[in-house]
């Protein structure tokens, strides 16, 4: 165990890019969005004054491929959310920890587009009224790292993601190990590289939580990860969406760099929130 490492911090702030690498031992640093993780820091996958992720390795998404992923502008911050009713926006807590419920008057949300400046035919934008990030989310761990946004309008002629069905006895939830994966988003290329303009896709395959833990010692139930050689999600990719089957099972949290041959990406398990998601929902 090493007793120190290297945490990568991407900052994307009004399109100026930049790179900024701090060693830290067991002190938790005052960074927005950083993650205490098993070699003991890990970058988030969030593209702001924080962070910011885009796709390794990946090709790019058909138009209407993706219509559900959402660009979320969060005043300078980038990253990635899924449409899962007319309204709400899935996505990643730390994308808006640290933020006010003021601030959403500077957020905007893009669906339904392949450019992420929305310059796509049938693209839909909007705003944003408030947020709910989970009561129980660990900002050193990035355990429970999903939240909820409400638009400020409806969006009707968009499809929505669909998530998992909820478990019963005679169908438990499955682990998705071994099944291939689709992550997407307009993160970087690269750790450390520039964000994509259009939107990229890549697939990956989901490693069995125990594997996984081999790699990050601080990884729970509630994550599921995911890796191919060269393909990953990286800054500006966070709170975007990983499909199994058509199936939103993952929401894009934290990593070690990017596409590292022995770090997977690790995701928020959808199956561990399902009900969260339907309470607070309703509630906004």
């Known amino acids: 165990m090493l007793s120190y490492s290297m945490m990568r911090i991407a900052y994307l702030t009004l399109g100026l890019f930049f790179l900024v690498e701090c060693v830290f031992s067991h002190v938790l640093p005052e960074i927005e969005n950083s993650n205490n993780v098993e070699i003991d820091w890990q970058s988030l996958r969030e593209g702001d004054e924080g962070d910011n992720d885009q796709i390794v390795?990946?090709?790019?998404?058909?138009?209407?491929?993706i219509p559900y992923q959402a660009a979320l502008i969060?005043?300078?911050?980038?990253?990635?959310?899924?449409?899962?009713?007319?309204s709400i926006i899935l996505?990643?807590?730390?994308?808006?920890?640290?933020?006010?419920?003021?601030?959403?008057?500077?957020?905007?949300?893009?669906?339904?587009?392949?450019?992420?400046?929305?310059?796509?035919?049938?693209?839909?934008?909007?705003?944003?009224?408030?947020?709910?990030?989970?009561?129980?989310?660990v900002s050193t761990t990035n355990?429970?790292?999903?939240?909820?946004?409400?638009?400020?309008?409806?969006?009707?002629?968009?499809?929505?993601?669909?998530?998992?069905?909820?478990?019963?006895?005679?169908?438990?939830a499955s682990t998705y190990a071994g099944q291939s994966a689709l992550i997407s988003g307009w993160g970087t290329t690269?750790?450390?590289?520039?964000?994509?303009?259009?939107?990229?896709?890549?697939?990956?395959?989901?490693?069995?939580?125990t594997a996984c833990k081999l790699q990050y010692s601080t990884l729970t139930n509630n994550m599921i990860c995911?890796?191919?050689?060269?393909?990953?999600?990286?800054?500006?990719?966070?709170?975007?969406?990983?499909?199994?089957?058509?199936?939103?099972?993952g929401i894009t949290s934290f990593g070690n760099g990017c596409a590292l041959p022995n770090f997977a990406g690790?995701?928020?398990?959808?199956?561990?929130?399902?009900?969260?998601?339907?309470?607070?929902?309703a509630s906004m």
């Not at 300078?76 to 899924?82: A, I, M, Q, Y």
């Open 57 to 65: 390795g990946g090709t790019a998404a058909a138009a209407g491929e």
């Open 226 to 249: 995911a890796a191919a050689p060269g393909k990953d999600t990286c800054q500006g990719d966070s709170g975007g969406p990983m499909m199994v089957g058509g199936v939103q099972v």
């Open 190 to 209: 690269s750790s450390g590289g520039s964000i994509s303009q259009t939107l990229l896709k890549a697939t990956v395959n989901v490693l069995d939580n």
């Open 266 to 281: 690790v995701y928020t398990r959808v199956t561990q929130y399902l009900s969260w998601i339907s309470s607070t929902s």
């Open 91 to 137: 996505t990643a807590a730390h994308c808006l920890s640290g933020k006010t419920q003021t601030s959403v008057s500077t957020f905007t949300v893009r669906v339904n587009t392949l450019a992420l400046n929305g310059a796509t035919t049938g693209s839909v934008s909007r705003g944003v009224t408030k947020f709910v990030i989970h009561p129980s989310y």
């Open 74 to 86: 969060l005043g300078n911050s980038l990253c990635g959310g899924t449409l899962i009713a007319p």
């Open 143 to 172: 355990d429970n790292d999903i939240a909820l946004m409400k638009l400020d309008s409806p969006i009707t002629n968009v499809k929505l993601a669909t998530l998992p069905a909820v478990a019963t006895s005679c169908s438990p």
